[in-house]
């Protein structure tokens, strides 16, 4: 296609939608562009030469060009396709989950690399590190809320001050910590729920999933997460309710 100015970029695939008889439109994250909506023409057939990088999660590194509003295939070449994830459809639901969550909270074509980084690590951590889906969960959705704009205030209780509350409470609505005989509605957690909650919003996003939890203080880091999450975004995911399903 002479005179097409060509973009080269690295994205991952956040989601697909079949159109036509062997097309596919992509919603690719990627790290110069942000998310962006490409045309992939004939990704549905085997004899595509980038069916693979067209693949849900996938990440590739794409040549693409633009007419109007839409960005079309023109090439494409897989990185990463995270086969882990691939053989364990608990990990690959919360993959999935973790790809829906990340497109909700991202604008459009606006460069979001925190945001793209975020992701590919924790794809990677549920992927080659095989870190519980149920630690990745809680870890992955309250430091993209950070990175969203949504950091919750935890370092004390908002209203006495108290750095360790005996009985600490989450306000999912305010976003802040509070002592249970404080007041205020939120959901419960434990000194080491608490903990693991500093851990994921103040602490380095490298070491983000090193921490372990027992069972009932997982619960509850976990139940607090949905919770915050939900009220902030306002909104439900498809993705969610399927992991739940199957966990």
């Known amino acids: ?22 097309d596919k439109i992509l919603t690719l994250l990627t790290w110069e562009q942000g998310k962006i909506s490409v045309i992939a023409r004939g990704a549905r057939r085997k004899s595509c030469r980038f ?41 690959l639901a919360l993959g999935c989950y973790m790809a829906e969550l990340t497109e909700a909270v991202c604008p459009d074509a606006v460069p979001a690399p925190e945001l793209l980084r975020h992701l590919l690590n924790g794809l990677y951590a549920l992927s080659a590190l095989h870190k519980p889906p149920s630690l990745v969960k809680p870890a992955f959705e309250l430091r993209l809320l950070c990175l969203a704009g949504y950091e919750p205030l935890a370092d004390a209780c908002a209203v006495c001050g108290r750095e360790n509350p005996a009985e600490p409470v989450l306000d999912t609505v305010q976003g802040v910590l509070r002592c249970r005989d404080c007041g205020g509605g939120g959901r419960g957690l434990c000194r080491d729920s608490l903990a ?52």
């Open 51 to 91: 069916a693979a990088a067209a693949q849900p999660l996938a990440y590739s590194e794409w040549t693409v060009y633009q007419r109007k509003d839409w960005h079309y295939a023109n090439d494409a070449s897989t990185l990463d396709l995270f086969s882990g994830l691939r053989e364990d459809l608990t990990a």
């Open 1 to 22: 296609m002479a005179g097409t100015p060509y973009i080269v970029d690295r994205g991952v695939v956040l989601r697909e939608t079949e159109t036509k008889e062997a």
């Open 196 to 247: 693991a909650l500093r851990h994921i919003v103040y602490g380095e996003p490298k070491r983000l999933y090193s921490f372990r939890l027992s069972q009932e203080p997982l619960h509850r880091l976990t139940a607090a997460s949905e919770a915050f999450l939900h009220t902030q975004l306002e909104r439900r995911f498809s993705t969610l309710d399927f992991y739940n399903q199957i966990t």
